[in-house]
């Protein structure tokens, strides 16, 4: 549960760079019902657990929540190549979880070091936008 926000934050981020860089208008609801998919899957691992146990749980839990959002996504996103995108982000991070999980020594490590480079992309994809002018667009009157 500690890594939940790893997996929220990322998916937002990946969102939120579509919106501001890639043009794609992602609405403050959209959000929150991906997001509320993003904790579903922690609910469902634990009630899978219970019964097939962590390794099948965790499998069946992920494929459902990146099958549930990738096929969002398409529609957010309005592209099937955004989509897979997201599908691919959330593979790569529920597979970074399970090796998180399962190698606790070095998951602090692996983690931060994963984290930089998570923020160095992000600075790297965003260097040309002109934040001041994003936030002028979204809050500009409408004209008749």
């Given at each position: ?60 839990a ?6 549930l ?35 606790e ?10 984290l ?29």
């Amino acid at each position: 549960m500690k890594y939940g926000f790893l997996f929220i934050g990322f998916t937002f981020l990946a969102f939120l760079l579509f919106d501001v860089v890639g043009g794609a208008r992602v609405a403050a609801a959209e959000y929150l019902l991906t997001g509320s998919g993003l904790v579903l899957f922690f609910a469902l691992l634990l009630a899978f657990a219970e019964v097939v146990g962590f390794t099948l749980a965790y499998l069946l839990a992920s494929a459902a929540v990146i099958g549930l959002l990738t096929a969002y996504s398409a529609a957010v996103l309005k592209s099937w190549k955004r989509a897979r995108f997201i599908g691919a982000l959330l593979v790569g991070l529920y597979a970074l979880l399970f090796v998180l999980l399962n190698l606790e020594a070095w998951s602090l490590l692996i983690g931060s070091v994963l984290l930089f480079a998570a923020l160095a992309g992000v600075m790297y994809a965003t260097r040309n936008v002109d934040w001041g002018a994003v936030a002028r667009t979204r809050t500009a009157p409408a004209t008749t």
